[in-house]
């Protein structure tokens, strides 16, 4: 028989209307079973059931059903806040299991109300706001739910979002996989707690939670720690982990250390040095001889056993030699760790990487050199600034110094950025920097030798090179700043002081830069706004406050302009709290200060995708009568979000087709900004029609975004890649091109070939922290529409794309890991190579195979000893120890051969899947997810990170360690700094030739 | 047997001995205590559970509520026999595949529509009539209710009164006994909108009442805001109760000529 079904509820309704107590029920419950269908009708009876729910004389379950009935009818009328509050009444028959629409819908509503609830409460921290019992109820029993089933990121994404911080910590320390929720969460709190402080409470949960586990995890705590700003905690973490007896612990910390420099937060760093505690008893000699026998016994607990029982019976041979071995190896560690954090030991590591592996093509340079007009003085520099830019840290600056004489006719402020080019070249230089620049510096008393230009320039490159890392030269560069009144060596020193001493909101310099600023000279008075703002970055301080009075008082737009970047840069990362201040430049009446206000919105709402943020700067990018500060306002939309690098192509879509040109420019640098590094298709399509703009300006800027969106990209992974430098060639080499989008093409094949193609711009860390040296350095870099020579600060947002692994003592061992791609796919690009005799016009040139092959056969023997190694990783260290400590420059040619061996693979064979890579290697972002660690390796990293800094740790420490990287550019640089014209003329042999690589010609023929 | 379903025809027996001895008070005891147990059984609506007893179970519930309509009409309680009706119906309609019909079905769907004419729900009536099938509108119980509605449209009155002879089934003759009410208020209704005002005679007439007395009882009742004056009775009061609004003619033909000529003027 077929199953019937009833075809109206009317017989139910009027079984409702019975006097029988169970009648009612009765037809209650068929009712509840049967709204589905027949809300229509029971709609009309929704009095009659209302007020069974409010009937005193039904017991507690009959009411509680009828206005589960009732809720059901109000959902299925879209009544969803009628329908939430008979809902609360069923009690506990709302079944919050119940996998149906009206369930779903009635939680989500209840979730959503609970949370707004919740956070009005916090926010006017009002005590009449009451959240009604039921609804809190409910929402706990989903809670709990969410946890006994095992969905804990969706509990815990519930409970930081209706800010119940004790089922977060509930859901979280119930979870299976403690550590796994734990970094989970802190994703969540990053991408989606939109207060900061309530991000910090629950940070600060988190790092609570973090310590009472059996075995924390002390890299995420620190990072939390970090974001807290509290190096207290930092500080006795390292400091228990390097008092540790286990050697792991050490190298632990040395990760930690090195975790936390990347994220560049430099008064944070200095502020955790300082706390850790000095060794007991301060070994003088000892230092020296000790740490060896106190590493052997400690390597053999390390080989032995992790274990923390193992290490309690290895504590006893200690016990021989009271006191002394631990405090020597503490102070030893300590001395190692004080060097990581200060930023020293990774600037020096990244300086040898980027010497080692530069891969710049001087052949593009030179190209570049000979098609610009010799009196266009703006190519001319742009075309100094490309070669700063292309070798930003290799210390290479051969091009400089074989075309010296092309150099001279940079006069006035083409030498201030000449001279300041060096310091972008010798970035991280940090020993060496000062002697290097010395014969540009300003000699001592006022009337030096030089040109005011070159001495400025100098101490801007000081500041350069010592960026964020200032601790040594502050105190020159003030004495520089204190002991002149020209006003272009103030302007360098001011831009030199502030990068030095980015961020420590020392007040004693504040002073000095305040008292040129109120020189009220328009050329130092703008670097000193700028400045002050570098100095302040970030603190939020009241000196933003003055800083505006006086860009209201002064008539020098120029100053105006370095206060409102000044301001700006204040209020970095502080969201809400720069609010007040946000309002009140937004509104003001001089379109400069507006401008500023983009930027403070842009750098306080850094990263965030605040909704706020976007909308008011959507707002003024269409409505602001100034063209400045719209262009200001939809570049600005590029910080915000760059952590979401997806969104931006697509929100700036309909202004990069505005009629203003001044807008599509924003929307050209917008998404040059956020997508930087990553080669975002979508962000290419939206900038390649921008590239071919009517308006000069607008193609110098797209060709800059592109630049910056694709350094890094190889042709094999975007074909666009190939098409966008040869367009680059093309306009460089066309007379009758625009001068500003030639100089977009110059400083865009400068940013393309950055740091000798070994960096990228990067202003996230690995860990998602934003870097704040990357976007202060990108948001003053916007700036040279105005100012050429903040086209430098670009160089603070690069970062090495490469894996550097280090041993215990900080030295990058042998060691080989594995790339899980085609290599091609991330392969330096084919260097340009001369077209047959160099005679007028440079034509595009054809990459020639051949050099590729003759690489391969010259190189096959070499090649093969690698892939033995390869396959028998145990040897393999056994069969390179020769090389030893002094490691000669064929060692090193060695490594890099197999860097990019696949070059010669791919023409004998189909391409391999896979390439090993060496220690230190180059690792480009889109790399990153393809790296494995091969399983029989002697060292395992502490820390499972594809690229950065890995310290490594060594499963064989009895075996002679076999080091990598021992070259480094310190050496030859230093012969250098005397002589300043004979640099490396020798050692910087490899792609630094601009002739083809010798063997060619003999190869080519045969 | 099922004990339960035992016991309910155990129960319906002892219901039908009182309603034949006309023991209303009993019979509404006892159909509560029923309609209890009734709502033990799945297989009735709107679970239609197949269970081994559903045609038995489903038979006799019908049974019971038709009793219980009838019921209802012999206590002349017009709630009750809503209710009733509304539950006896799914077994009308949702049940007939699983159920010979039942002989009292036809009679009992015209007894509700007499009764949406007596409460004069004429747009329920008319739904009620679509849903019916053309052999049950020749039945002459339904055929009754419909010539009795026509008559009622058409003013037809002493039609409708009339008809109370020819009742197809005794139970009718309640609803007629109303239905003459009904007609009785349409004509009251009609009268105080056509006339200012009816002289006793007249009125007494036109309503339908035998004697003088009888009038001025209902008008009493019913229409407290009639006048009597003069041996007549006067509507005015009603009235004036509700005055119409004039509606400002001039003004609005101004005012919308005046848009008009500025539309005119803009484009």
């Known amino acids: 028989m077929a199953t019937t079904l009833v075809s109206s509820a009317g017989g139910m309704l009027a079984m409702l209307n019975e006097p029988h107590l169970s009648l009612k029920l009765h037809a209650l419950s068929n009712l509840n079973n049967l709204v589905d269908t027949f809300w229509p009708e029971i709609s009309t009876s929704l009095p009659k059931i209302e007020s069974l729910h409010e009937d005193e004389e039904f017991d507690q379950h009959q009411r509680q059903l009828a206005a589960l009935l009732v809720s059901k009818v109000f959902y299925y009328l879209g009544e969803l806040n009628d329908s939430l509050s008979y809902a609360l009444g069923a009690g506990p028959l709302f079944d919050v299991s119940e996998d149906s629409d009206y369930v779903h819908t009635l939680l989500a509503k209840a979730i959503d109300e609970y949370a707004s609830l919740k956070s009005k409460a916090t926010e006017s921290s009002d005590e009449s706001i009451k959240v009604d019992p039921r609804l809190e109820a409910i929402v706990e029993r989903l809670l709990d739910k969410c946890i006994v089933d095992g969905k804990y990121q969706q509990a815990m994404g519930t409970a930081i979002e209706c800010r119940r911080l004790d089922k977060l910590e509930e859901a979280i320390t119930r979870s299976d996989n403690v550590q796994g929720t734990l970094s989970y969460c802190i994703y969540v709190s990053h991408s989606f707690v939109n207060l900061r402080e309530y991000r910090q409470e629950v940070l600060r949960l988190l790092v609570k939670v973090f310590q009472k586990l059996p075995s924390p995890d002390y890299l995420s705590i620190c990072q939390c720690l970090m974001f807290l700003d509290e190096p207290e905690g930092v500080a006795v973490i390292l400091e228990k982990l390097l008092r540790s007896e286990n050697k792991d612990d050490a190298l632990l910390a040395f990760q930690i250390a090195f975790d936390l420099v990347e994220n560049e937060h430099q008064a944070f760093l200095l502020n955790v040095r300082d706390r850790l505690a000095p060794p007991k008893t301060q070994p003088s000699e000892a230092a020296q001889s000790k740490p060896s026998d106190a590493d052997s016994t400690q390597n053999a607990s390390a080989n032995g056993q992790d274990d923390v029982q193992m290490t309690d019976g290895d504590s006893a041979p200690t016990v021989d030699v009271p006191e002394d071995p631990i405090e020597t190896m503490y102070a030893e560690r300590l001395n190692k760790i004080k060097g990581i954090l200060s930023g020293e030991t990774s600037i020096q590591l990244t300086l040898q990487f980027l010497y080692s592996h530069n891969k710049s093509d001087l052949l593009i340079l030179k190209t570049i050199k000979q098609s610009v007009e010799m009196r266009n003085s703006v190519c001319h520099s742009a075309t100094i600034y490309a070669n700063a830019i292309m070798h930003a840290g290799t210390t290479v600056d051969t091009f400089l110094r074989e075309n010296l004489d092309w150099l001279s006719r940079a006069t006035n402020w083409a030498k201030f950025s000449a001279t300041a080019g060096l310091g972008v070249i010798h970035r991280g230089h940090l020993q060496q920097g000062r002697s290097l620049m010395a014969p540009y510096l300003p000699q001592g008393g006022t009337g030096g030798g030089g040109s005011p230009y070159s001495e400025g320039g100098a101490l801007y490159a000081l500041g350069l090179i010592h960026a964020n890392h200032g601790e040594g030269i502050k105190q020159f560069l003030r004495d520089s700043l204190r002991s002149t009144t020209v006003e272009v060596i103030q302007h360098g020193a001011c831009l030199g002081l502030g990068l030095a001493s980015l961020g420590t909101a020392d007040e004693d310099i504040y002073e000095e830069i305040k008292n040129v600023l109120y020189t009220d000279s328009a050329v130092a008075g703008e670097a000193a706004g700028i400045s002050m703002g570098l100095l302040m970055v970030g603190t939020g301080s009241d000196k933003a406050n003055e800083m505006l009075t006086y860009a209201h008082e002064t008539q020098h737009e120029k100053i105006i302009r370095g206060l409102a970047l000044g301001i700006a840069l204040t209020v970095y990362g502080r969201e809400e709290e720069a609010d007040t201040l946000i309002e009140q430049m937004t509104r003001d009446q001089d379109p400069i200060l507006r401008y500023g206000g983009m930027y403070a919105l842009a750098l306080a709402y850094r990263g965030t995708a605040n909704n706020k943020a976007i909308r008011q700067l959507l707002h003024f990018a269409v409505s602001d009568v100034s063209d400045d500060v719209r262009r200001t306002a939809v570049l600005a939309l590029g910080f915000v979000l760059y952590s979401d690098p997806e969104q931006t192509p697509r929100i700036v879509s309909l202004l990069s087709e505005s009629y203003n040109p001044h807008v599509r420019y924003g929307a050209a640098l917008a998404v040059g900004i956020s997508c930087a590094g990553t080669g975002l298709s979508e962000a290419i399509s939206l900038l390649e029609p921008l590239t071919s703009d009517v308006v000069d300006f607008v193609r110098q800027g797209a060709l800059i975004a592109m630049a910056m969106v694709m350094v890094q990209i190889s042709e094999a992974s975007d074909s666009r890649v190939g098409t966008f430098r040869r367009q680059l060639e093309k306009i460089i080499l066309d007379k009758h091109e625009d001068t500003m989008s030639k100089m977009g093409a110059i400083l865009a094949s400068g940013i393309l070939d950055a740091g000798g193609r070994n960096v990228t711009i990067r202003l996230l860390s690995k860990t998602k922290h934003d870097k704040i040296t990357a976007v202060v350095g990108l948001a003053v870099f916007s700036q040279f529409w105005y100012w050429y020579p903040l086209i430098y600060f670009v160089s603070l947002a690069f970062s090495p794309t490469a894996f550097i692994g280090l041993n215990y003592d900080l030295k990058s061992p042998k060691f080989e890991f594995l790339s899980n791609a085609k290599p091609s796919l991330f392969e330096y690009p084919k260097p340009t190579t001369v077209p047959t005799t160099t005679s007028t016009v440079k034509l595009p040139t054809a990459v020639l195979s051949t050099s590729a092959k003759a690489k391969a056969r010259a190189k096959k023997a070499e090649e093969q000893k690698a892939s033995t190694e390869i396959s028998s990783a145990p040897d393999s260290t056994s069969s390179a120890p020769s090389g030893g400590k002094g490691k000669s420059s064929g060692e090193k040619d060695g490594d890099s051969m197999q860097v990019d061996s696949p070059t010669t693979e791919k023409k004998s064979e189909p391409e391999s899947s896979f390439e090993i890579l060496t220690n230190p290697a180059r690792v480009v972002p889109a790399q990153e997810k393809v790296i494995k660690f091969l399983q029989d390796s002697r060292y395992i990293p502490v820390k499972l990170a594809p690229s950065g800094f890995v310290l490594l740790k060594d499963l064989r420490p009895t075996e002679p360690e076999v080091l990598a990287l021992t070259d480094s550019p310190s050496s030859t640089t230093s012969a250098a700094g005397g002589s300043a014209t004979g640099l490396q003329s020798s050692s910087s042999a490899m792609a630094v030739d601009e002739e083809p690589q010798p063997p060619q010609p003999f190869e080519y023929s045969s | ?267």
């Open chain 2, 1 to 267: 047997m099922d004990p339960k379903l035992t016991e309910v025809s155990q129960l319906f027996d002892r219901f039908k001995a009182s309603f034949l001895r006309n023991d209303y008070d009993n019979c509404s005891h006892l159909l509560s205590q029923l309609k209890v147990l009734l709502t033990g059984f799945r297989s009735l609506p709107p679970l239609f559970a197949d269970t081994p007893n559903a045609v038995h179970e489903l038979t006799i519930a019908r049974d019971i509520y038709e009793h219980a309509v009838v019921l209802s009409v012999k206590i002349e309680d017009q709630d009750a026999f809503e209710r009733d009706f509304f539950q006896l119906k799914p077994y009308y309609t949702d049940a007939c595949n699983r159920l010979p019909p039942s002989p009292q079905e036809y009679p009992i769907l015209g007894l509700n529509l007499l009764r949406l004419l007596v409460q004069n729900r004429i747009a329920e009536f008319h739904t009620e009539l679509e849903l019916l099938s053309s052999t049950a509108l020749e039945n002459p119980c339904i055929k009754h209710a419909v010539e009795l509605e026509q008559s009622f449209m058409e003013g037809a009155y002493n039609r409708v009164l009339s008809a109370r002879q020819t009742v197809p089934h005794d139970t009718y003759v309640y609803f007629m006994d109303l239905l003459a009410k009904t007609v009785r208020d349409e004509i009251a209704g009609c009268s105080e909108k056509a006339y200012d005002y009816l002289s006793i005679k007249d009125a007494k007439q036109m309503l339908l009442f035998s004697s003088d007395q009888e009038l001025l009882e209902y008008i009493k009742e019913e229409h407290s805001e009639w006048e009597i004056k003069n041996g007549s009775v006067f509507f005015q009061k009603a009235k004036e109760s509700a005055p119409c609004k004039e509606i400002p003619s001039l003004q609005l033909i101004n005012q919308t000529l005046s848009y008009a000529r500025e539309l005119e003027r803009i484009v």
